[in-house]
T-cell receptor
Framework: EAGVAQSPRYKIIEKRQSVAFWCNPI?????LYWYQQILGQGPKLLIQ????????DSQLPKDRFSAERLKGVDSTLKIQPAKLEDSAVYLC?????????????FGEGSWLTVV | AQSVTQLGSHVSVSEGALVLLRCNYS??????LFWYVQYPNQGLQLLLK??????LVKGINGFEAEFKKSETSFHLTKPSAHMSDAAEYFC????????????FGAGTRLFVKA
């Protein structure tokens, strides 16, 4: 079974530039998550989708971050304009459903460095 | 709101020694609890989870964790450490009061000495 796919794996951009990350979840998984993991910290949930609807985006900096999940499958996370503090690993994950007992499966992450 | 505290950002053990990684949670309702492991340059992988069945949960790679409601703890243990266990370990909690969000702790990096 294919896992969660993310691209690109690594990206270096200058501040105020834009960047987009793509994610393809495990087939059949209705719930998709984007987490931000800053070096030395645990993952922080940015946004959670159930199919193509947003369940939670309370910690998404909406002035610069946006995400969409068209057709309830693939998802894109965009940052525009980027700031130095956005340097982090962006983890996409998916699960069968949003239930509290569901296992979350993570991709390998997209490493962003803002200089 | 639920939260997770992992005691010790770094833990070092000798190969063959007991591994103990500590996790305390805060939740106003019965929680679901998880341990994930992250190897360098990889995403997180589930080690084990507690979903209100048996309080002693066995996971992959010889790890296990015990849910203790009275202590609000979910510590991770392994009787004998291997070099391959060196990684970062994250405790996580999810419950109804948090709207089904999974909240992760700050992580504990495990070092295994030969």
């Amino acid at each position: 079974e294919a896992g969660v796919a993310q691209s690109p794996r690594y990206k270096i951009i200058e501040k105020r530039q834009s960047v987009a990350f793509w994610c393809n979840p495990i087939s059949g998984h209705a719930t998709l998550y984007w987490y931000q993991q800053i070096l030395g910290q645990g993952p922080k949930l940015l946004i959670q989708f159930q199919n193509n609807g947003v369940v939670d985006d309370s910690q998404l900096p909406k002035d610069r971050f946006s995400a969409e999940r068209l057709k309830g499958v693939d998802s894109t996370l965009k940052i525009q304009p980027a700031k130095l503090e956005d340097s982090a690993v962006y983890l996409c994950a998916s699960s069968l459903g949003p239930g509290t007992g569901n296992t979350i499966y993570f991709g390998e992450g997209s490493w962003l460095t803002v200089v | 709101a639920q939260s997770v505290t992992q005691l010790g950002s770094h833990v070092s053990v000798s190969e063959g020694a007991l591994v103990l990684l500590r996790c305390n949670y805060s939740s106003s309702v019965p929680p679901y609890l998880f341990w994930y492991v992250q190897y360098p340059n990889q995403g997180l992988q589930l080690l084990l989870k507690y979903t209100s069945a048996a309080t002693l949960v066995k996971g992959i790679n010889g790890f296990e964790a015990e849910f203790k409601k009275s202590e609000t703890s979910f510590h991770l243990t392994k009787p004998s450490a291997h070099m391959s266990d060196a990684a970062e370990y994250f405790c996580a909690v999810s419950d109804l009061s948090g709207g089904f969000k999974t909240i992760f702790g700050a992580g504990t990096r495990l070092f295994v000495k030969a």
